[in-house]
């Protein structure tokens, strides 16, 4: 069973640093993209980035690009966003989602909520 | 990067048929024959019910149903039932390895 599991979710300032990181099991990690998206509470889905499978291709939603880097440990089975530069505007539900085989998210995570407030 | 526009609710009563558009433009919904549904319970996983306009994963009920004409996809959802009450989003690749999502529709079962 495929599981996504993420972390590291919770309170930071604003301008603060934050990294987020999403564990992954059940099937062979190294073989999918992988994706970040993201809810504020209240509001829609937003796609944040995306990373192919062994880490040499990155893609960013013009909102974030400068502040957030997507990385992944295909060792660990793990895919990480790290935050800089946060605002209250970052403040969401972080999702990570596996990227189907085309162009589709086939399974997600349950979220980690992250808080930017002073 | 715009989100692509969908209605901000739907209703229907049990086994009737619903259906939510999900309107963008020519660089994404009508660029590419890749848009993706999925149906999203507050408080839980978001779960794809169709990807390439309209195939359906396996375990998706056939009750599912997805099209695509010019700029605007379409998710029908017929003989519709309480446990589908839920939100819904469509996704369309934007090229480059980006997305973007839909702004989202709330489907009442009456």
């Known amino acids: 069973e495929v599981q996504l599991v993420e972390s590291g979710g919770g309170l930071v300032q604003p301008g603060g640093s934050l990294r987020l990181s999403c564990a992954a099991s059940?099937?062979?990690?190294?073989?999918?993209?992988m994706h970040w998206v993201r809810q504020v509470p209240g509001e829609g889905l937003v796609w944040v980035s995306g990373?192919?499978?062994?880490?040499?291709?990155?893609s960013y939603a013009d909102s974030v690009k400068g502040r957030l880097t997507i990385s992944r440990d295909n060792a660990k089975n793990t895919l990480y966003l790290q935050m800089n530069s946060l605002r209250a505007d970052d403040t969401a539900v972080y999702y990570c989602?596996?990227?189907?085989?085309?162009?589709?998210?086939?399974?997600w995570g349950q979220g980690t909520l992250v808080t930017v407030s002073s | 990067q715009s989100a692509l526009t969908q209605p901000r609710s739907v209703s229907g009563s049990p086994g009737q048929s619903v259906t939510i558009s999900c309107t963008g433009t020519?660089?994404?919904?009508?660029?590419?024959?890749?848009v993706s549904w999925y149906q999203h319970h507050p408080g839980k996983a978001p779960k794809l019910m169709i990807y390439?306009?309209?195939k359906r994963p396996s375990g998706v009920p056939d009750r599912f149903s997805g099209s695509k004409s010019g700029n605007t996809a379409s998710l029908t959802i017929s003989g519709l039932q309480a446990e589908d009450e839920a939100d819904y989003y469509c996704?369309?690749?934007?090229?480059?390895?980006?997305?973007?999502f839909g702004t989202g529709t709330t489907v009442t079962v009456l």
């Open positions: 989602a596996r990227g189907g085989g085309y162009y589709e998210f086939d399974s």
């Open positions: 059940g099937f062979t990690f190294s073989n999918y993209w």
């Open positions: 990373i192919n499978s062994d880490g040499s291709s990155t």
């Open positions: 020519s660089s994404d919904v009508g660029g590419y024959n890749y």
């Open positions: 390439d306009v309209s």
């Open positions: 996704c369309s690749y934007a090229g480059s390895y980006t997305y973007v």
